[in-house]
């Protein structure tokens, strides 16, 4: 699996975007970028994934870029309850070899 | 539709005690995986299981012993606690064959061992 970087931290204010981003510039053609967030306490929540298109679902968009080596979460409204560890993650998609989770972003929000 | 289910949430334990944490599944998932994390730090991978009655090492497999004798049940034991065991512990599930594959967590096992 490819390797990601991510900010340690970031801080956003409550009603605005947040853009989380992610380089991974060793991903290969058939590898996929997924978010995951942990909420403090909790097992971590799966949230998007995308291979080159832009992916939106019900909490939030995933914008790659046209060469695939970098990415951008977005939370387009974000709340005091999305203030978590967010990990972004590639890898080839049904690979049947388990996850492997780094450090990650943590995402403070502030009201 | 429970989910991932872990037992007991919270223990306290003496250093040479064993236990056993409990993950049971409803989801009809082929894969579980018991994860530990420390605090300030991201998951990591101590064994897992790709069916029943399979197991598999993952990144920190000593210390622990893990059974799958039913596929919607996965089973982690520490047979002589030790302090460097003080961890959170969660157990997850997932069918990898599906695109997305996403992992479905248990809320956590808060383990002490004094």
């Known amino acids: 699996d490819a390797k990601t970087t991510q900010p340690p931290s970031m801080d956003c204010a409550e009603g605005r975007a947040a853009n989380l981003p992610c380089n991974h510039s060793t991903i290969s053609g058939n590898e996929y970028v997924y978010w995951y967030r942990q909420i403090h306490s909790q097992g971590p929540q799966y949230i998007i994934h995308g291979l080159k298109n832009n992916e939106t679902n019900e909490m939030a968009s995933l914008i790659i870029t046209e060469d695939r080596k970098s990415s951008t979460l977005i939370l387009p409204h974000a709340t005091l309850r999305d203030t978590a560890v967010y990990y972004c993650?590639?890898?080839?998609?049904?690979?049947?070899?388990?996850?492997?989770f780094g450090k990650g972003t943590r995402l403070s929000v502030i009201a | 539709n429970a989910g991932v289910t872990q037992t007991p949430k919270f223990r306290v334990l003496k250093t040479g005690q064993s236990m056993t944490l409990l993950c049971a599944q409803d989801m009809n998932h082929e894969y579980m995986y018991w994860y530990r994390q420390d605090p300030g730090m991201g998951l990591r991978l101590i064994h897992y299981s790709v069916g029943e009655g399979t197991t598999a090492k993952g990144e920190v497999p000593d210390g622990y012993n893990v059974s799958r004798l039913k596929k919607q049940n996965f089973l982690l034991g520490l047979e002589s606690a030790a302090p460097s065991q003080t961890s959170v512990y969660f157990c997850a599930s997932n069918i990898p064959a599906r695109e997305a594959g996403e992992l479905f967590f248990g809320e956590g096992s808060r383990l002490t061992v004094l």
């Open positions: 993650i590639v890898r080839v998609s049904r690979r049947n070899t388990p996850l492997v």
